[in-house]
């Protein structure tokens, strides 16, 4: 399965998704449109309508962290070419895989906030993706060349090591995971209107930085162990043999269901409109920003939301729902056709921010960067509003707030 088939939201419509199975749409009710203002009443759940949006859900979360390992895993060859052979050519060839495993592990994001196998109490999920970094934590960085565990010959570059030094003595001191990768390859961004500029003589010796083999090793390492991780989160959605996915199915429906819209409720309110866009709206930071070193951001925030997207249309590559919009629609039809408007709306708002993210950030409150960071901002807050309306009509209460 690949993820490049997905089609683009705008080109979907409500008649489509419901065809999986909700109910009439003509209710004659006045805000039919609005969505917001309607009088319908809290609907409990019930099993035979929650079963196939659950076991739909379950397909798409391993769908798509089976594309997310597979991505890895071409990652991991990229890589392993580099550090044997380190040249422009090689070089380029990792960074490309790198921005190619960003694809689907981004659109994983959604399953995420309700102690699931990510990020549960051993979940992997902040040695996976934990950011922001502190680069010197781990190698030499402008003014201190010879900072980080990797000019420490002491440290024994290995992964349950690596492991353990993970957000060591403070979050920001990321050692492991997809923005550690990054930063190897990337190096720090300087550049006021591109990505880091490292070279690939950093892993020869006799290159301009010091321990090549050290950096080398850091790098096969740390991409190994993304390996590890995906795929012990993967397998725990299997089907028949994924023990999490058998106690997830086996929840009441309203536990359910409140897991899942915990999930891309907490991202779209808080993670990913406040914790990575407006925090950097606010502090024009580029360390803000969620890829810094491949200035990569545009891409991470369209692929978050797309797992948004994704969960409530029941979608991804062969996966074709029911998704959540159903139990909306049969509830509120009005309601659930402004989630699916408010869908189109905010992709197309967040595809509209200029690239690289770290400049759309810069200048006044009215240059065009900034005005569509915050156009994007505020629809992906009103979606939030939207879910919580949804589920309070499930007679669900929705948490969408970071603990």
């Known amino acids: ?26 209710s004659g009710d006045e805000d039919a449109g609005t969505g917001t203002d309607t009088d319908a009443a809290a609907t409990p759940l019930t099993v035979d309508e929650v079963t196939p949006v659950a076991t739909a859900y379950a397909d798409l979360v391993y769908a798509t962290y089976d594309d997310a390992l597979s991505r890895a895993e071409a990652l991991d060859v990229a890589v392993q ?96 995971g997809y923005h550690a990768i990054e930063f190897l390859l990337w190096g720090q961004d300087l550049s ?15 290159g301009p930085a010091s321990h090549p083999d050290r950096r080398g090793l850091y790098l096969r390492t740390v991409s190994g162990l993304l390996l590890t991780d995906l795929q012990a989160v993967r397998d725990e959605w299997a089907d028949e043999s994924g023990a999490y996915r058998a106690e997830f199915l086996a929840l009441s429906p309203d536990a359910l269901i409140q ?41 991470d925030i369209l692929y978050n939301f797309l797992s948004i997207a994704n969960v409530v249309r029941g979608r991804y590559g062969s996966v074709q729902g029911p998704g959540l919009i159903t139990l909306v629609h049969a509830r509120d039809p009005a309601l659930a056709q402004a989630i699916e408007d408010h869908l ?60």
Request: aromatic share 6%; glycine share 10%.
């Open 1 to 26: 399965m690949t993820i490049d088939s997905i089609p683009s939201l705008a080109g979907l419509t409500l008649a489509f998704l419901f065809a999986a199975g909700c109910g009439d749409s003509g």
């Open 192 to 206: 006021e209107d591109g990505p880091g500029a490292r070279t690939f003589e950093d892993y020869v010796d006799g």
């Open 344 to 403: 189109v709306e905010t992709e197309a708002l967040i595809m509209a921010i200029p690239a690289p993210f770290d400049q759309a950030i810069e200048g006044d409150d009215a240059d065009p960067g900034r005005m569509a960071v915050a156009a994007a901002i505020e629809s992906l807050r009103d979606l939030g509003d939207l879910f919580v309306q949804a589920a309070s009509l499930m007679d669900l209460t929705l948490n969408t707030s970071l603990e």
């Open 81 to 176: 070419a580099f550090v044997d052979a380190p040249d422009a050519e090689t070089h380029e060839a990792a960074k490309a895989a790198w921005l190619e495993a960003r694809s689907p592990y981004g659109q994983s994001e959604g399953f995420r906030f309700y102690d699931g196998p990510i990020d549960d109490a051993d979940g992997p999920e902040g040695q996976l993706n934990a950011w922001p970094m502190d680069e010197s934590y781990v190698d030499g960085v402008e003014g201190m060349p010879d900072s980080g565990i990797i000019n420490d010959p002491d440290v024994d570059i290995t992964a349950d090591m690596l492991a353990s030094l993970n957000e060591e003595g403070g979050e920001e001191n990321v050692a492991t």
């Open 259 to 299: 897991k899942v819209m915990r999930g891309i409720g907490t991202l779209t309110a808080a993670e990913l409109s406040e914790e990575r866009m407006n925090v950097a709206y606010d502090t024009k930071l580029q360390e803000d920003e969620h890829s810094c070193f491949s200035d990569n951001t545009h891409n």
